[in-house]
């Protein structure tokens, strides 16, 4: 490892790691697609290739403690927390609020055997869990109209970004001000609870429910990458890669596609495989990553391309995985039979996180950020 102690006096574009946020989202889409194929409960994350690629969720936690400590730690002489936490939600919400319209629309699509409780949902329902949505107000199991138990029911990844929020408003109110040695101590307590939770559950399969066990899930999966990020941008260490974005996207990929360790009497092997992954190796992917360069015009577009529709990919995959998997589900497809349909419905999610990206996203961020964030 490098110090950046003789770091240039302007900030460094991480190319590398929107690149490398981009090929997790991916691994994500990927991961929802094949969900489709084996509706059986508990076993699915057993079942399907690309077993272990649900944590890139927290790989992205990884990525955004680092992120934020790069883009906020030396503005707050001049900032507010409450400057602070509108900036963010100005990031970040205009997504929330185009996916859960997205999952409003295709809702009723969705009425099959997997989604049970469709059907029967009034249209006045449908629009009230639309504003929770749109506003990140969680909703209890007991209040279910999906069937899945999601807090968000209309676009159900947007459960990490409420925990996202929380880890934001942490950093704001209290941990901005940690020395290192105390953001330490607290990453250190992070890792214990994240290596308790894989050894007793042996995944960290959950977060997404608004019950006491999402919440351990969800807390416990984004305290440890989250703050782990911001130590290692505070470190001032990055690690010196050749090729660094082509090695880093092998592991990660290879990381997020190893089957599951282990069997149902040997939980803990598995658990032990997902601390060894998210306690060490997505920090030093992160890392190398931070320390790499990328030369090739090709690369840099690639990254930046990548980079831009991460985030809006992760929030429009899963409306329209709803509608596959209701699809498959009444017609008893595997994979096998389905056919061309999970390759058009990767390509076609690909295609339009692109639209959304280059429509919406950008221009909506762009219109915000020049009217709102003074």
């Not at 290739?49 to 990525?63: G, N, S």
């Not at 970040?92 to 629309?105: A, D, E, Q």
């Not at 607290?186 to 559950?201: D, G, K, Q």
């Not at 939980?267 to 997902?274: A, D, F, Q, V």
Request: charged residues 15%; proline residues 5%; positive net charge.
């Amino acid at each position: 490892m490098k110090n950046r102690k003789n770091a240039p006096t302007t900030k460094p574009h991480y190319e590398i790691l929107d690149g490398l946020r981009g090929v997790a989202a991916i691994m994500i889409l990927a991961f929802h697609v094949l969900e489709a194929y084996n509706v059986s409960g508990e076993t699915i994350a057993v079942d399907i290739p690309l077993a272990h690629a649900y944590l890139a969720v927290d790989f992205f936690f990884a990525l955004s403690g680092f992120v934020i400590g790069y883009a906020y730690d030396d503005r707050w002489r001049s900032m507010t927390i409450l400057n602070f936490l509108k900036r963010r939600v100005l990031r970040l919400h205009p997504m929330v609020i185009l996916g859960t319209l997205l999952g409003m629309s295709t809702f009723y699509a969705c009425a099959s055997a997997v989604f049970p409780l469709v059907q029967a949902i009034p249209l006045w329902q449908l629009l009230l869990y639309t504003l929770l949505g749109m506003l990140m107000i969680p909703t209890p199991p007991s209040a279910d109209i999906r069937g899945w138990q999601e807090m968000y029911t209309l676009d159900a990844p947007a459960w990490s970004l409420a925990y996202e929020y929380i880890a934001n408003i942490l950093y704001a109110l209290f941990i901005r001000k940690f020395t290192r040695t105390a953001l330490a101590i607290l990453v250190i307590l992070a890792a214990c609870a994240t290596l308790h939770l894989t050894l007793t559950e042996g995944d960290v399969i959950g977060g997404w429910a608004a019950d006491a066990r999402g919440a351990r899930f969800g807390i416990t999966r984004v305290i440890y990458p989250f703050f782990a990020g911001l130590l290692l941008y505070r470190l001032g260490r990055v690690i010196r890669l050749p090729r660094a974005f082509a090695w880093c996207t092998l592991v990660l990929v290879a990381a997020l596609a190893f089957p599951r360790v282990g069997g149902v009497e040997t939980p803990w092997l598995n658990g032990l495989y997902e601390a060894s992954i998210i306690l060490l190796l997505f920090p030093l992917i992160v890392a190398a990553g931070a320390g790499g360069q990328i030369t090739g015009r090709l690369s840099s577009r690639a990254c930046k391309l990548l980079g831009d529709i991460s985030y809006p990919l992760y929030l429009v995959n899963y409306p329209v995985c709803y509608v596959h998997t209701a699809w498959i589900s009444d017609r008893g497809h595997d994979f096998a039979s389905a056919g061309w349909i999970p390759y058009a419905v990767f390509a076609g999610t690909l295609l339009l996180a692109y639209l959304v990206t280059r429509c919406y996203d950008i221009p909506v961020r762009r219109w915000l950020r020049d009217h709102l964030s003074s």
